[in-house]
């Protein structure tokens, strides 16, 4: 009879390896990690009620961390019933501010998501069938985009593709579901591009740098190399709204209120710009104006003049007018006294000025010079005001620097914090 290695005693089987320890898998400590409360997660469940802790820290970072409790609640339905995820940035909602006459400005908010959400919303509903679009079409007044039908009534044409080098004028779009009462029906929208297109104001330079508004309007944003797809998005977002109002009403596309926000910047930039107007006209309203000085005593004989005991001079613009209109030099030292208040060198404040002109700043005549320091002394006033408040008035009520120091490193920040 044979014996086999498995029929030896332990003892016997001295060449058998070590039995391997056992390995601990890497999920063995799923159990310690799994998130057991809703406090601790951003996913909205089925019986929740309001925003969980984690949730509303969450809505910071999408712009809801001043939202009053109403909005909240609000949108938090919003979220619930279409099922988009505001954490995965599915939806927004977005607060603009709106002018009321005789009072306080509104701000409202509005649920905005893309395109691909109102797909999903649709298609959420169990009655969509399919879309059918975006359709594109061309201007009203151009023939090639109507054709004549079998009964002799032009009718639009529209393409499916968009190869035209200028911007089509409309962009269409269908949707096939069922009804509420289930009869199968098409729900059409039409979406004008002059209508949604974001524009902005034209600028141009003027002859010495300054940015003026043309009065003509130009597409902004993604619209310029994009308006095709843009305006077909916002015709599809109006056709899924028409196919299904009580899921998507109060919801809009992004492109949708594209025009909105722009507002929004331009009364932005206009509160901003008569700060800076209201600023101005303060700082050249004529005050007096204190120079700090030493007192020197007369040595006119005869007079009766007692020297003033006080450490003040007060000297006036009128002073720098009875001096006599600057001359030339006095003019580029005054250029390089602007330079120096606004912390840069001359051919840094003049770029746009010898872009605009074609010459550099030592050719410029004695009225040039004088028409380009007009145009910079607001921005020097402003500067002069964060450290030498008196300079800063002394200009504002048309002094020049160079009449009162003609050292141009004296009116810079850094001769201020030294003295």
């Given at each position: 009879m044979t014996t086999t290695q498995q029929d030896k005693p332990a003892a016997?089987?001295?060449?058998?390896?070590?039995?391997?320890?056992?390995?601990?898998?890497?999920?063995?400590?799923?159990?310690e990690m799994a998130i057991q409360t809703a406090d601790q997660v951003l996913e909205i469940t089925a019986d929740q009620r309001f925003w969980t802790k984690a949730q509303r820290s969450a809505l910071a970072s999408i712009g809801l961390a001043n939202a009053p409790t109403h909005e909240q609640v609000a949108f938090f339905h919003?979220?619930?019933?279409?099922?988009?995820?505001?954490?995965?940035?599915?939806i927004y909602y977005i607060g603009r501010t709106r002018k009321v006459y005789n009072k306080p400005d509104e701000l409202i908010y509005t649920a905005q998501t893309g395109i691909d959400g109102f797909r999903h919303i649709g298609q959420r509903t169990k009655r969509f069938i399919r879309r059918q679009g975006p359709f594109w079409t061309g201007p009203e007044d151009d023939p090639k985009w109507w054709v004549e039908g079998e009964d002799g009534i032009n009718?639009?044409?529209?393409?499916?593709?968009?190869?035209?080098?200028?911007?089509?004028?409309?962009a269409m779009c269908r949707i096939e579901h069922y009804s509420i009462a289930g009869d199968r029906t098409v729900s059409q929208a039409v979406a004008l591009f002059k209508e949604f297109a974001v524009t902005k104001d034209e600028w141009t330079n003027d002859a010495f740098g300054e940015g003026r508004r043309t009065g003509n309007k130009v597409l902004s944003g993604l619209w310029p190399g994009m308006g095709t797809h843009m305006i077909g998005k916002v015709a599809e977002a109006q056709a899924w709204r028409v196919a299904f109002p009580r899921e998507l009403t109060g919801i809009y596309e992004h492109d949708e209120m594209g025009r909105a926000d722009a507002e929004q910047r331009e009364l932005a930039r206009e509160e901003g710009a008569a700060r800076r107007r209201a600023a101005r006209s303060e700082a050249s309203q004529p005050g007096p104006?204190?120079?700090?000085?030493?007192?020197?005593?007369?040595?006119?004989?005869?007079?009766?003049a007692e020297p003033e005991q006080g450490g003040d001079q007060q000297p006036s613009p009128s002073q720098d007018d009875a001096a006599g209109p600057p001359t030339l030099d006095e003019l580029r030292a005054e250029l390089r006294a602007y330079a120096a208040a606004l912390g840069r060198n001359v051919t840094q404040v003049t770029r746009r000025w010898r872009e605009s002109?074609?010459?550099?700043?030592?050719?410029a005549t004695p009225e040039e010079l004088s028409q380009l320091l007009d145009g910079l002394r607001d921005h020097v006033v402003a500067a002069l005001r964060e450290y030498n408040d008196d300079a800063a008035q002394y200009l504002a009520a048309g002094g020049m620097l160079v009449r009162q120091n003609p050292d141009h490193r004296a009116w810079g920040r850094r001769a201020a914090d030294q003295a």
């Open positions: 016997v089987r001295q060449d058998a390896p070590a039995p391997p320890e056992p390995i601990t898998p890497l999920n063995d400590n799923r159990a919003i979220c619930k019933s279409t099922g988009l995820d505001p954490f995965r940035r599915e009718r639009r044409r529209w393409v499916d593709v968009w190869l035209g080098e200028e911007h089509p004028a409309a104006v204190i120079i700090r000085g030493t007192v020197v005593e007369s040595t006119t004989e005869g007079s009766g002109n074609g010459k550099n700043t030592t050719e």
